[in-house]
C-alpha cells in the first residue's frame, strides 16, 4: 500500500530534549515536506526537500533541522524542544520537480507536547 | 482524535442535501489549486484539484468551481453523507523550475446532521 508512515504518533518531552519524528515514504517520490498544524492558523510549512540531499525552509523553520539521506526518509529533528513547539505534525510527499505534483500524500499526523 | 481547528468555520448541513464550502485565495499567480478533507485523527486526504486555467472540474460527487476574478474557489459536495464530516481546506500551488509549492488555507468544519 503507498502511504507515507510517521512515527511516533504521540509524543511528550521536556523542554531541551532532543527528539526525532520520523518519515517513511514507499512511493519513490522525490518531494517531501513536513507541515505543523496549530488551531486557527492551518497548515505550515517547516521545511521541504526537492530531492536527496536538497532540502529548504519553510514558512516556520525556526528550531527545526531536516535530513534527507535517502530517498524514502525525512526525518524532523527538534535539538531542543520548546513548549511553543507543541502541535501536530505531518509528514508529505509527492512526486518530482517541475511537474504539478497534485497529489500530496500525507501521514497520519505526529502529535508533540512538550511540557 | 486529534483537533485540527477549535475556532474554524462551521458548515452544518442536513444529509443528503448538497454543501457548499468556499475558499478566498490571494495569489493571481496560482497554478493550480487543490481540496483536501481532514477527518479527526487523519492526515489531510486529497479530493479533487483544478488547474489555473480550467473554471470548474467534476468528480464523484465533488465539483470544485474556480473564479480567477475574484479569486474565489467553491467545492460543491452533492448528496452529502454522514462519511463527509471532517476539516476541509483549500489549497493553491504553484509549478517552477525547482518544484512545486503548496499553500493551505485555514480550512473549514462541515458538519452532517442525520
Known amino acids: 500500500e503507498a502511504q507515507v508512515t510517521q512515527n511516533p504518533r504521540y509524543l511528550i518531552t521536556v523542554t531541551g530534549k532532543k527528539l526525532t519524528v520520523t518519515c517513511s515514504q514507499n512511493m519513490n517520490h522525490e518531494y517531501m515536506s513536513w507541515y505543523r498544524q496549530d488551531p486557527g492558523l492551518g497548515l505550515r510549512q517547516i521545511y521541504y526537500?526537492?530531492?536527496?540531499?536538497?532540502?529548504d525552509k519553510g514558512d516556520v523553520p525556526e528550531g527545526y533541522k531536516v535530513s534527507r539521506k535517502e530517498k524514502r526518509n525525512f526525518p524532523l529533528i527538534l535539538e531542543s524542544p520548546s513548549p511553543n513547539q507543541t502541535s501536530l505534525y505531518f509528514c508529505?510527499?509527492?512526486?518530482?520537480?517541475?511537474?504539478?505534483?497534485?497529489?500530496?500524500?500525507f501521514g497520519s499526523g505526529t502529535r508533540l507536547t512538550v511540557v | 482524535g486529534e483537533s485540527v481547528g477549535l475556532h474554524l468555520p462551521t458548515l452544518s448541513v442536513q444529509e443528503g442535501d448538497n454543501s457548499i464550502i468556499n475558499c478566498a485565495y490571494s495569489n493571481s499567480a496560482s497554478d493550480y489549486f487543490i481540496w483536501y478533507k481532514q477527518e479527526s485523527g487523519k492526515g489531510p486526504q486529497f479530493i479533487i484539484d483544478?488547474?489555473?486555467?480550467?473554471d470548474k472540474r467534476q468528480g464523484q460527487r465533488v465539483t470544485v468551481l474556480l473564479n480567477k476574478t475574484v479569486k474565489h474557489l467553491s467545492l460543491q459536495i452533492a448528496a452529502t453523507q454522514p462519511g463527509d464530516s471532517a476539516v476541509y481546506f483549500c489549497?493553491?500551488?504553484?509549478?517552477?523550475?525547482?518544484?512545486?509549492?503548496?499553500?493551505f488555507g485555514g480550512g473549514t468544519r462541515l458538519m452532517v446532521k442525520p
Open positions: 489549497a493553491e500551488g504553484w509549478v517552477y523550475n525547482a518544484g512545486n509549492m503548496l499553500t
Open positions: 483544478i488547474r489555473s486555467n480550467m
Open positions: 508529505a510527499s509527492s512526486r518530482g520537480t517541475g511537474t504539478p505534483n497534485y497529489g500530496y500524500t
Open positions: 526537500s526537492m530531492n536527496v540531499e536538497v532540502t
